[in-house]
């Protein structure tokens, strides 16, 4: 909500603090929808897992030495986490988002002469819209290899 502001849908478990009258009506007021995974659905539960524990393993590594001041030191996680390209497009979170990567140390070596740093708004659109296509596409293509995985000794049984 800090970056982008309420929500419009969250998808979440079924566990009884997502599902009590308080969280129901708190986003029923906010106007934001609220979706359910299902029981028999691995594929949420498998991508909220690796998700924590990528988000587990960030958290220990950065706060593991400055306990004191982890309050601190979270924006720089998040930073760093919204930095790194994902497996299955590799881009990262701001790449996809904003179109470029935000200004960060790496960023300050200084640039080629023959390299623009701007770019006509309409071409920066369709680099933009091209850039979330490819995204798409590499999800998609990620998406049918786990399906793939995890179909491999499932027998296909007709009803």
């Not at 969250?10 to 029981?39: A, C, E, N, Q």
């Not at 996680?77 to 881009?91: H, I, V």
Request: proline share 6%; charged share 25%; glycine share 4%.
């Amino acid at each position: 909500m800090r970056l982008h502001g309420i929500p419009r849908s969250i998808v979440s478990d079924r566990d009884t603090k997502f599902l009590s009258h308080f969280w129901v009506t708190l986003w029923k007021k906010m106007g934001t929808k609220l979706k359910y995974s299902t029981t028999c659905d691995p594929q949420i539960d498998g991508q909220t897992k690796v998700t924590n524990w990528s988000l587990g393993a960030l958290l220990r590594a950065l706060i593991k030495a400055n306990s004191k001041v982890w309050d601190q030191i979270l924006p720089c996680d998040e930073f760093a986490y919204n930095m790194a390209p994902s497996k299955a497009t590799s881009l990262s979170p701001f790449k996809i988002v904003y179109g470029v990567e935000p200004l960060c140390p790496l960023a300050l070596i200084p640039r080629l002469l023959d390299e623009k740093p701007w770019v006509e708004a309409s071409k920066r659109v369709e680099e933009i819209k091209g850039l979330h296509e490819r995204a798409k596409l590499k999800i998609e293509k990620a998406n049918a290899s786990y399906q793939a995985q995890g179909n491999k000794h499932k027998k296909r049984v007709v009803f």
